[in-house]
């Protein structure tokens, strides 16, 4: 990818260029004054743009937080791979309590935002659950590497493994502690071995 | 309880009247419109009561807020008793599932409100810290019970438990899953089994 010009990397040209400005000023107008303070006016102040192409492609602040959100989903993540299960996992849990506790967090803002609007709802879960899928290739290593039996439920295996650093910064609001991530890493991995994660029998 | 005059389970008569009506007017409010819909002129019609009183009381929609989760906090609540851990996270699960799958959700109204108001969610972390705190004896119970090996950290415990209820309700939206309150509480209690919640050294 470095060697590529600019331009092919952002296919489309002069449109793909205004997008990367307006999404980079709501981003930066979502961290100053977080959802309740974004305007169509205020972004397309910061980004330069004539407001009535904001209206055109956009419509208003619910469709310029969607598309700051499907363009996170654009972006190449991958997940960790550093050789065991409880290290990709920890890994994983670092970069989600980092986004969280960074200030600005756009993370949370996109949070709070999906909170009003629907629309944002929906795109903040079609992210999550693309996330969480690329994620599954955790679990099948590991799987493959015989850390875990056959058959565990990676969604839920996942789930149980991240869910409680969202739950201390977002809900609980307790302040960072760098324990959290190993520590919920390493009850899912040991819960997981005990077949905790085990796929359901099927109804009879 | 039951034997006493209503007027002595409301102290302060009058006023802990209209506090009623105006903190059941709050809720109803919020379970209609949600947060973006709730104003001291609804509220005060809704409650039969001047709007001066409520401004007067209550200064704004934070300070209502505020007040309906510090009433949740006053409520006499017991966390669940069924002779075993697992039954007891399980049957918490099942009570903080419920809370959030009803429609409308008095508790999803208060999360998202908390999201716009500094004041709501200190509010808002003071009656979790309270809950968490008061289920720590379930952990205390178990112990005893021989079912959980001695220094493990209840509060840590607690969150592994219910942190996957509230992370695929209130964040990834997921549709609410009859198998996740038990499945969550199964997965703490094997990897507690394990040692996942031991109290960490202290600092050398």
């Known amino acids: ?36 303070a974004l305007t169509v006016e205020g972004v397309a102040t910061r980004a330069g743009v004539h407001r009535a192409t ?3 492609r956009w419509r208003d602040v619910g469709g310029l937080i969607v598309d700051v959100i499907d363009a996170a989903g654009e972006i190449d993540w991958q997940p960790p791979d550093t050789g065991s299960l409880l290290g990709d996992l920890t ?3 670092r970069q989600i ?18 909170f009003h609007s629907e629309q944002a709802a929906r795109a903040q879960t079609r992210l999550w659950a693309d996330r969480y899928a690329q994620s599954e290739v955790l679990v099948a290593r590991a799987t493959g590497r015989g850390e875990l039996p056959a058959g565990t439920d990676a969604r839920a295996l996942l789930i149980a493994a991240t869910a409680p650093v969202y739950h201390e910064l977002v809900l609980l ?15 899912a991995v040991l819960a997981a071995a005990a077949g905790a994660f085990a796929h359901p029998e099927l109804p009879a």
Chains 1, 2 share one sequence.
């Open 91 to 93: 890994e994983l849990n």
């Open 97 to 114: 309590q980092q986004s969280l506790v960074e200030r600005p967090s756009l993370a949370l803002a996109l949070m709070a935002a999906s």
């Open 54 to 56: 904001v209206y055109r």
């Open 173 to 187: 609001r307790t302040g960072p502690d760098p324990a959290v991530p190993a520590r919920a890493a390493q009850a």
């Open 1 to 36: 990818m470095a060697d590529l010009p600019a331009t092919d990397r952002r296919p489309g040209g002069r449109t793909a260029r205004v997008r990367a400005r307006v999404l980079d000023a709501v981003r930066a107008e979502l961290a100053r004054g977080g959802h309740d």
